[in-house]
């Protein structure tokens, strides 16, 4: 009897398998979930499918939303996954989501994708689940602002290798049907614990967005693009990381009243909402900003404890505008605290006029280093309400040379005692900063369009090495080049090492044999060219 009672309170013990239930929009084959061949309908998932452990594998098109209702556990995740071929379409995917997370935790979203978004330095298109309207947006049967994600007050959630997009296709500046944030790839406000990564997300207004996060919200290797931001998180947030993504092409948001105002990353916070400790780094954004552009990065407002390294803007079209600056720190009557920047390249496209490379409003004790800043009319500048640790080892193009403008260029902007200066030794003077910085011209910077340089370029070993910060990320730059240790200096920007020029083509070698040499001579046919 005693083993029997054994027995019983072992088997009692062993938790139920995990289950396979797959389903597509209608009932197939035999209906038991077995396979995408014998599918349930989806309509027909409840909350005992919804337990610790399953797989929901969604098979064919489904047209119709769908909600979870249960939470997975810590170890034991609930995963909704797109078998090949799958996706989530309908002529709207509708404002409430089209996966609906509310509430839940321990869930992961697979698109089945893999290693795809952004990639070692790559576009990789996830090209296996999706999530997509099919007549939604300028001139088409729908104007709603889809939401692929929703997922408010949700925790420990997962979603990767899922082509999301396009939600809402704007292609019309006058097409001022929706208001910010509009049309969304991914929404969650008040939880933790998110991650969102080596997704391919496009044609949405704000297409990362939430906010009141606890902690441990990470973005990275996605590739972001058609967007009016890329993300755009208000306060209170903790620790976010925004990581090795790809962010580009803003212009198809533009509208007539300026009503989308675009940002690559968008972080702000104000009194009883502040943001803290948020890292950005290794992101690329480029693209058309179009002309309703605000910054490729706007740290904004009660910010503290920020760093932003490793990021490469790069403006590539001509008489875009910038309200504050391609990179910022920028109070809007808050005051940030303790924000640095390390190893940041900025290559904006000179318009007299435009905003700065680099802005710092009401913000104190910044510090910024080993940055490259190149082809803005303002290079840099802060106002009296903010204060600087240190301002050093940076490089700025000397665009009063480059351009022809001469004491014209308004390239750097300080306080007191001058507000502007065109002349580099004035600025250093005056901000008592920037000691060891470069300031040159193009050929001085020997820079490529894509911010990496040439052999001879002053960016080479003339930054300061910042290994004793202990920031595990920065000790190699944006491509992931490792930065040498100990007191060897570092290079200036976002890119480690020079390329080297390339080689020249077409080359003919003739080679000369002595007098009444007549064998061993190869033709140059033998040669190649």
């Known amino acids: 009897m005693k083993i029997w009672l054994i027995l019983a309170l072992l088997f009692a013990a062993v938790p139920a398998s995990a289950a396979d239930i797959y389903v597509a929009q209608s009932s197939a084959g035999g209906n038991t979930g077995a396979d995408c061949a014998d599918a349930r309908a989806v ?188 993300l755009g998180m208000g306060g209170p947030n903790n620790a976010i990381v925004i990581h090795d993504n790809h962010i580009h092409d803003f212009a198809n948001w533009d509208t007539t009243n300026n009503s989308f105002h675009h940002d690559g990353i968008h972080i702000w916070g104000t009194t009883g909402s502040a943001n803290t400790n948020a890292q950005e780094y290794n992101n690329l954004i480029d693209g058309d900003p179009g002309a309703n552009w605000t910054a490729d990065i706007y740290n904004e407002g009660l910010d503290t404890g920020f760093l932003m390294y490793n990021n490469v803007a790069l403006v590539s079209a001509a008489g875009r505008k910038s309200c504050c600056g391609i990179m910022d720190f920028w109070g809007n009557g808050y005051t940030g605290d303790h924000n640095s920047a390390y190893n940041n390249t900025v290559i904006g496209v000179y318009v007299a006029g435009t905003g700065s490379c680099f802005g710092i409003e009401t913000n104190t004790n910044v510090t910024f280093e080993n940055n490259t800043l190149y082809g803005c009319q303002g290079m840099i500048g802060w106002d009296a309400g903010s204060s600087i640790i240190t301002v050093d080892y940076n490089a700025y193009e000397d665009v009063g040379t480059d351009h022809g403008i001469g004491a014209a260029a308004n390239t750097f902007g300080y306080p007191s005692p001058a507000p502007q200066s065109a002349s580099f030794t004035t600025w250093k003077t005056n901000c008592s900063c920037d000691a060891h910085s470069q300031f040159g011209t193009t050929s001085q910077f020997a820079q490529n369009s894509n911010g990496t340089f040439r052999s001879g370029s002053f960016l080479s070993g003339n930054g300061t090495n910042l290994s004793s910060l202990s920031i595990t990320p920065l000790d190699s730059d944006t491509q992931g080049t490792s930065r040498p240790g100990g007191s060897t200096a570092w290079d200036i920007g976002a890119f480690s090492g020079a390329s080297a020029p390339s080689a020249p083509s077409n080359l003919q070698i003739i080679i000369l044999g002595e007098k009444g040499d007549t064998h061993g001579t190869p033709s140059i046919a033998q040669l190649g060219r």
């Open 43 to 230: 309509s027909s998932l409840a909350s005992g499918d919804w337990t610790a452990g399953n797989t929901i594998h969604l098979c064919g098109t489904i047209t119709s939303a769908i909600t979870a209702q249960g939470s997975g556990s810590s170890g034991s995740v609930i995963t909704v996954k797109f078998e090949s071929g799958a996706s989530m379409q309908m002529p709207a995917i509708p404002s409430t989501g089209g996966i609906v997370l509310n509430t839940r935790s321990y869930i992961l979203i697979d698109g089945g994708g893999g290693s795809c978004g952004w990639v070692s330095y790559a576009d990789v298109t996830c090209s296996q689940g999706a999530i997509l309207s099919t007549a939604n947006g300028t001139g088409q049967a729908n104007q709603v602002a889809s939401i692929a994600i929703y997922a408010p007050n949700s925790a420990n959630i997962e979603v990767k290798g899922l082509l999301i997009g396009p939600l809402y296709t704007h292609t019309s500046t006058s097409d001022l049907v929706l208001s910010p944030p509009g049309a969304l790839c991914a929404y969650f406000s008040g939880g933790s614990h998110w991650k969102i990564h080596n997704n391919t997300l496009h044609d949405a207004s704000w297409c990362i967005s939430g906010g009141s996060a606890t902690g441990d919200v990470q973005v990275y290797n996605d590739e972001i693009y058609n967007i009016d931001h890329g």
